[in-house]
């Protein structure tokens, strides 16, 4: 660690989470990621310290949910932990159905972070995996997602790992401030413990709501699973299985239509929807 | 010269242990508050002391001969020796029985003096080796001096030499006996064994005149209400003061050191030494004058702690490692076999409440299990709604379509494991052959929380236990029967602290009695040899050893016991969030316990948890196969003879039951 290194400031974007079975409140998986990077930030930039910031309604339901991130303050190997900050966790308190965004966006643009970090996905209400675009693109901030890690800070310059698929990683440079979205390529969040969690205070501050008009017009249903492709297994060996699941994907059967009409083109899918059997 | 010296030096050290006693008195009250009937608990201490703890210590008869010889002659020779001759009270009667107590005495130490000969591995060295010594210091030179009084000898007998030799003598004897016994010698059991059995914090498990046998083995539930009130155990001073009493009690004699399967298992734990840590770090220092066996793997010297000081460090080492605490199968065993009555087990689990609660840091899966009881009330996560899936075949009544029943039956989280299904439907085959009214929760039903409280998450354990109690109280039923010992005992022990109280049968004593009540007949055992694995939560949690050997007999099987069986019954290594927290050692608990199997001969060993079913079975190659009880019963099922049959109109449902076996 180099002496001249300063701690940053972290503002972590965190939600309340469902359950995949039960659909029950819980801390969000990826958001808890996101908390869980900022907190081994700890050993990269010494100094640093996190806060915690929720846009949306209050109840006894959402405030358990999120003093789970609150429990996580005392992980292992993290004495620090209650010095990064994490007693308290600032509630931007909404009514039902509002707008996150533009209360994000005051919220951080009036004491701005160097670094937000934010789950990629939410796992209830739209889900749409936009906030941390929207968020940036309104600040005017650089968004990398897919984060994987957080290599050094240095002068105003962050250096991250993105997580790529089947395991690559691509080595970024990113000036201050950022926005940062993790998945499920971050390291996995430390357990959350109660006591700490059941002490932590919400600072509840009341923002002006705005309706969320393009989720009012939406209609919510249950989600399906969505169709998977069979897989067709056709390798005789263990290594063409090795390689089949090692390699890259290959789009070598698809086939770009450039400059076609509509009825060319409802032609084309129409013929690999029966190539592809789902059709008959 | 014996007349002035002896007086002077017998109220010395008298004043010196009173000195002592106040010291360690603090010691204790460091700790927190506790409730404790102080003068019902001195009025009750000598019965504890003369009949619960002369109980456990008569199971090695040489060793209690032994103490009784040393301890009675050492309590009937002080007292005396003060009247005759602290007081002068140097009357013929007195002087005889004093020269008794201190003949029995010396009997006694020479006893103790040849099992320190050649000492079992158990037994801690160090101090407790010069014992004998000062035993036979103390009883022989009381003796001697006593001779004069009596007018066996004449007063000015020998030489000043000798008297001198005697003083010293019994001086080294007062200062083992009284002194030590209050400044931390081996004689310290005495006074805080005595103590502790007094202000014992479980009075209830001492047996009273009426015959009752005392039990108590639920754990104690935290006040999560208080928000001040911290959650475990962090410092020694947060144990209670009489928990601190009661670690101050240990002798040191290494019982619970053999009976532990962690132990044996080479797993970093040793009751023992836990204990003597805890006494550590109650008055602070290291743990190097140690003089037992360590924690397997971790050699003694390298942990120190103090009162106030954590027990296990969030970085490096404190007074104890967390893996020690979390190698603890909570199997009860060490426990039993305490002759000071200590309670280790609620140690480990308020230190582990701790670490849970306060530093989120349940080692291995135990973060994971956790948040699945927390999010689908059951320890792996699968969906709530599938709880019934095994018996979809069944048509089993639910508890909220028929809202009564004699019997609910209770599933358990086995419910979700396929090798427990199969004994859940064996068991219900058995209550439909015996024409048992029951109904199950089905998918109201959730985890009883014994996991989850054993692995220190009192939060989780007082939720689902609260929405259980809940759900149990929109019904009508007689009892509770369930396959799974460990719902057993928290239904049955630990839901009544939180409001919740019921009858609750194994279902091993649930079959025992329909057999009673001649409900079941069984074909003659065809199958070879049997052995009887004993589940800690059934035998040593509730005292059942009886039911599930007398449904074995009635089936027509003669047991080939095990070495270790009934209360000594050795752990299957399932228990405490065992298998979860998964502490690396150099054996496994199961594969020891298959080897006792083995030992026997048995071709199959009979079960009656689903935690031992998994583990025993999960040993590879083993020499014997796993059934629990139910399925043995199951399959041993016959039609009754028909004028034994029950009222007319339930007899169909018998009948085709019956028949579904021939």
Same mark, same amino acid.
């Given at each position: 660690?180099?002496?001249?290194?300063?701690g940053?400031?972290?503002?972590?974007?965190?939600?309340?989470?469902?359950?995949?079975?039960?659909?029950?409140?819980?801390?969000?998986?990826?958001?808890?990621?996101?908390?869980?990077?900022?907190?081994?930030?700890?050993?990269?930039?010494?100094?640093?310290?996190?806060?915690?910031?929720?846009a949306?309604?209050?109840?006894?339901e959402?405030?358990?949910?999120?003093?789970g991130?609150?429990?996580?303050?005392?992980?292992?190997?993290?004495?620090?932990?209650?010095?990064?900050?994490?007693?308290?966790?600032?509630?931007?308190?909404?009514?039902?159905?509002?707008?996150?965004i $533009? &209360?994000? #966006?005051?919220?951080? @643009? *009036? !004491? +701005?972070?160097?670094?937000?970090?934010?789950?990629?996905r =939410?796992? %209830?209400?739209?889900?749409?995996?936009?906030?941390?675009?929207?968020?940036?693109?309104?600040?005017?901030?650089?968004?990398?997602?897919?984060?994987?890690?957080?290599?050094?800070?240095?002068?105003?310059?962050?250096?991250?790992?993105?997580?790529?698929?089947?395991?690559?990683?691509?080595?970024?440079?990113?000036?201050? $401030? &950022?926005? #940062?979205s993790?998945? @499920? *390529? !971050? +390291?996995?969040?430390?357990?959350?413990?109660?006591?700490? =969690?059941? %002490?932590?205070?919400?600072?509840v501050?009341?923002?002006?709501?705005?309706?969320?008009?393009?989720?009012?017009?939406?209609?919510?249903?249950?989600?399906?699973?969505?169709?998977?492709?069979?897989?067709?297994?056709?390798?005789?060996?263990?290594?063409?299985?090795?390689?089949?699941?090692?390699?890259?994907?290959?789009?070598?059967?698809?086939?770009?239509?450039?400059?076609?009409?509509?009825?060319?083109?409802?032609?084309?899918?129409?013929?690999?929807?029966?190539?592809?059997?789902?059709?008959? | 010269?014996?007349?002035?010296?002896?007086?002077?030096?017998?109220?010395?050290?008298?004043?010196?242990?009173?000195?002592?006693?106040?010291?360690?008195?603090?010691?204790?009250?460091?700790?927190?508050?506790?409730?404790?009937?102080?003068?019902?608990?001195?009025?009750?201490?000598?019965?504890?002391?003369?009949?619960?703890?002369?109980h456990v210590?008569?199971?090695?008869?040489?060793?209690?001969?032994?103490?009784?010889?040393?301890?009675?002659?050492?309590?009937?020779?002080?007292?005396?020796?003060?009247?005759?001759?602290?007081?002068?009270?140097?009357?013929?009667?007195?002087?005889?029985?004093?020269?008794?107590?201190?003949?029995?005495?010396?009997?006694?130490?020479?006893?103790?003096?040849?099992?320190?000969?050649?000492?079992?591995?158990?037994?801690?060295?160090?101090?407790?080796?010069?014992?004998?010594?000062?035993?036979?210091?103390?009883?022989?030179?009381?003796?001697?001096?006593?001779?004069?009084?009596?007018?066996?000898?004449?007063?000015?007998?020998?030489?000043?030499?000798?008297?001198?030799?005697?003083?010293?003598?019994?001086?080294?004897?007062?200062?083992?006996?009284?002194?030590?016994?209050?400044?931390?010698?081996?004689?310290k059991?005495a006074?805080?064994?005595?103590?502790?059995?007094?202000?014992?914090?479980?009075?209830?498990?001492?047996?009273?005149?009426?015959?009752?046998?005392?039990?108590?083995?639920?754990?104690?539930?935290?006040?999560?209400?208080d928000?001040?009130?911290?959650?475990?155990?962090?410092?020694?001073?947060?144990?209670?003061w009489?928990?601190?009493?009661?670690?101050?009690?240990?002798?040191?004699?290494?019982?619970?050191?053999?009976?532990?399967?962690?132990?044996?298992?080479?797993?970093?734990?040793?009751?023992?030494?836990?204990?003597?840590?805890?006494?550590?770090?109650?008055?602070?220092?290291?743990?190097?004058?140690?003089?037992?066996?360590?924690?397997?793997?971790?050699?003694?010297?390298?942990?120190?702690?103090?009162?106030?000081?954590?027990?296990?460090?969030?970085?490096?080492?404190?007074?104890?490692?967390?893996?020690?605490?979390?190698?603890?199968?909570?199997?009860?065993?060490?426990?039993?076999?305490?002759?000071?009555?200590?309670?280790?087990?609620?140690?480990?689990?308020?230190m582990?409440?701790?670490?849970?609660?306060?530093?989120?840091?349940?080692?291995?899966?135990?973060?994971?299990?956790?948040?699945?009881?927390?999010?689908?009330?059951?320890?792996?996560?699968?969906?709530?709604?599938?709880?019934?899936?095994?018996?979809?075949?069944?048509?089993?009544?639910?508890?909220?379509?028929?809202?009564?029943a004699?019997?609910?039956?209770?599933?358990?989280?086995?419910?979700?494991?396929?090798?427990?299904?199969?004994?859940?439907?064996?068991?219900?085959?058995?209550?439909?052959?015996?024409?048992?009214?029951?109904?199950?929760l089905?998918n109201?039903?959730?985890?009883?929380?014994?996991?989850?409280?054993?692995?220190?998450?009192?939060?989780?354990?007082?939720?689902?236990?609260?929405?259980?109690?809940?759900?149990?109280?929109?019904?009508?039923?007689?009892?509770?029967?369930t396959?799974?010992?460990?719902?057993?005992?928290?239904?049955?022990?630990?839901?009544?602290?939180?409001?919740?109280?019921?009858?609750?049968?194994?279902?091993?004593?649930?079959?025992?009695?329909?057999?009673?009540?001649?409900?079941?007949?069984f074909?003659?055992?065809?199958?070879?040899?049997?052995?009887?694995?004993?589940?800690?939560?059934?035998?040593?949690?509730?005292?059942?050893?009886?039911?599930?050997?007398?449904?074995?007999?009635?089936?027509?099987?003669?047991?080939?016991?095990?070495?270790?069986?009934?209360?000594?019954?050795?752990?299957?290594?399932?228990?405490?969030?065992?298998?979860?927290?998964?502490?690396?050692?150099?054996?496994?608990?199961?594969?020891?316990?298959?080897?006792?199997?083995?030992?026997?001969?048995?071709?199959?060993?009979?079960?009656?948890?689903?935690?031992?079913?998994?583990?025993?079975?999960?040993?590879?190659?083993?020499s014997?196969?796993?059934?629990?009880?139910?399925?043995?019963?199951?399959?041993?099922?016959?039609?009754?003879?028909?004028?034994?049959?029950?009222?007319?109109?339930?007899?169909?449902?018998?009948?085709?039951?019956?028949?579904?076996?021939?």
């Amino acid at each position: 660690m180099r002496p001249e290194q300063q701690g940053i400031e972290v503002a972590v974007l965190v939600s309340v989470g469902r359950h995949p079975i039960t659909g029950r409140t819980r801390r969000a998986d990826q958001d808890a990621r996101g908390l869980e990077l900022a907190l081994g930030l700890e050993r990269q930039v010494p100094g640093s310290r996190v806060s915690l910031l929720h846009a949306g309604p209050r109840s006894e339901e959402s405030e358990a949910a999120l003093r789970g991130y609150l429990g996580m303050a005392a992980g292992a190997g993290m004495a620090a932990g209650a010095g990064m900050g994490l007693e308290t966790l600032t509630l931007l308190e909404q009514a039902e159905g509002s707008d996150a965004i $533009p &209360a994000l #966006v005051e919220h951080l @643009a *009036a !004491a +701005p972070p160097q670094l937000v970090i934010t789950g990629a996905r =939410a796992e %209830r209400g739209e889900g749409s995996g936009l906030l941390p675009y929207a968020l940036a693109e309104r600040l005017g901030w650089p968004l990398v997602n897919g984060l994987a890690a957080v290599e050094k800070v240095e002068n105003g310059v962050a250096t991250l790992l993105q997580a790529l698929p089947r395991g690559q990683r691509r080595r970024l440079k990113v000036r201050l $401030p &950022a926005i #940062v979205s993790v998945d @499920a *390529a !971050a +390291p996995a969040a430390r357990q959350s413990a109660f006591g700490p =969690a059941r %002490r932590a205070g919400l600072e509840v501050g009341r923002v002006a709501a705005e309706p969320d008009l393009a989720l009012a017009e939406w209609q919510l249903a249950p989600a399906r699973k969505r169709p998977k492709r069979l897989k067709i297994i056709k390798a005789a060996s263990a290594r063409d299985r090795f390689k089949a699941a090692a390699a890259k994907v290959e789009g070598g059967n698809g086939q770009v239509l450039e400059g076609v009409s509509a009825e060319q083109g409802a032609e084309a899918i129409f013929k690999l929807l029966k190539e592809e059997g789902i059709l008959r | 010269m014996l007349e002035i010296l002896l007086p002077i030096l017998i109220f010395a050290a008298l004043a010196l242990a009173a000195i002592g006693a106040w010291r360690r008195i603090r010691l204790w009250r460091q700790g927190r508050p506790a409730e404790v009937d102080l003068l019902r608990g001195l009025v009750a201490m000598p019965r504890r002391y003369l009949v619960d703890l002369h109980h456990v210590v008569a199971r090695d008869k040489a060793m209690s001969n032994t103490h009784v010889a040393t301890a009675g002659g050492f309590v009937a020779a002080a007292m005396l020796m003060i009247l005759v001759h602290g007081l002068g009270l140097a009357n013929p009667v007195l002087g005889g029985l004093l020269l008794a107590a201190s003949a029995l005495m010396f009997v006694g130490s020479l006893f103790v003096a040849r099992r320190r000969r050649n000492p079992p591995a158990r037994l801690s060295k160090g101090p407790w080796m010069r014992l004998p010594k000062s035993l036979m210091a103390f009883s022989l030179s009381v003796f001697l001096s006593t001779l004069p009084t009596v007018g066996v000898l004449p007063a000015d007998v020998g030489s000043w030499i000798l008297a001198l030799a005697l003083v010293a003598a019994l001086a080294w004897g007062l200062g083992e006996m009284f002194f030590g016994m209050t400044w931390g010698g081996p004689m310290k059991h005495a006074f805080a064994g005595a103590l502790h059995l007094a202000f014992h914090r479980r009075p209830e498990r001492f047996s009273d005149k009426q015959g009752g046998t005392g039990r108590s083995t639920g754990l104690k539930a935290l006040n999560l209400e208080d928000t001040s009130a911290p959650l475990g155990v962090e410092t020694p001073s947060d144990f209670t003061w009489n928990q601190l009493l009661g670690f101050d009690a240990c002798v040191q004699c290494g019982r619970c050191e053999a009976a532990c399967p962690a132990f044996a298992a080479g797993q970093p734990l040793n009751p023992k030494k836990l204990i003597q840590d805890m006494v550590v770090g109650m008055a602070g220092g290291s743990d190097a004058a140690y003089a037992g066996s360590p924690y397997p793997g971790k050699p003694v010297g390298e942990h120190a702690g103090e009162p106030h000081g954590p027990i296990v460090a969030r970085q490096g080492t404190a007074l104890v490692d967390a893996e020690t605490l979390w190698s603890c199968t909570t199997c009860r065993a060490c426990v039993e076999e305490c002759p000071m009555m200590i309670e280790h087990v609620d140690a480990i689990v308020d230190m582990r409440r701790f670490l849970t609660l306060e530093h989120g840091n349940t080692p291995n899966k135990g973060a994971e299990v956790l948040d699945n009881l927390i999010a689908t009330d059951n320890p792996g996560g699968f969906d709530p709604g599938s709880r019934l899936h095994w018996a979809a075949d069944l048509n089993l009544p639910l508890m909220a379509d028929v809202k009564q029943a004699d019997v609910l039956l209770w599933l358990g989280d086995g419910a979700f494991d396929m090798r427990n299904q199969r004994t859940l439907r064996a068991l219900v085959k058995v209550l439909r052959a015996a024409e048992v009214e029951f109904a199950v929760l089905g998918n109201e039903e959730r985890d009883s929380g014994d996991v989850a409280r054993r692995l220190g998450d009192e939060a989780t354990f007082q939720s689902l236990a609260g929405r259980n109690i809940a759900t149990l109280a929109k019904y009508r039923f007689q009892r509770i029967v369930t396959c799974d010992p460990h719902s057993f005992h928290v239904l049955g022990n630990e839901y009544g602290e939180l409001g919740g109280n019921y009858e609750v049968r194994h279902h091993t004593t649930f079959i025992a009695e329909l057999y009673d009540a001649d409900r079941l007949a069984f074909a003659p055992w065809k199958g070879g040899t049997v052995t009887y694995h004993d589940p800690c939560y059934l035998g040593r949690y509730n005292g059942e050893y009886e039911a599930p050997r007398r449904v074995l007999e009635a089936l027509g099987i003669q047991l080939n016991e095990m070495e270790r069986s009934g209360f000594r019954s050795r752990c299957c290594g399932g228990g405490g969030g065992a298998p979860i927290t998964d502490i690396p050692g150099e054996r496994r608990i199961p594969d020891m316990r298959m080897n006792d199997v083995k030992e026997t001969g048995a071709e199959l060993v009979a079960v009656g948890c689903p935690q031992c079913t998994a583990m025993l079975e999960g040993v590879v190659d083993a020499s014997a196969e796993v059934r629990d009880i139910a399925e043995l019963v199951a399959d041993a099922l016959v039609a009754r003879p028909i004028a034994d049959a029950a009222s007319p109109a339930r007899r169909p449902v018998g009948k085709t039951t019956a028949e579904e076996v021939f």
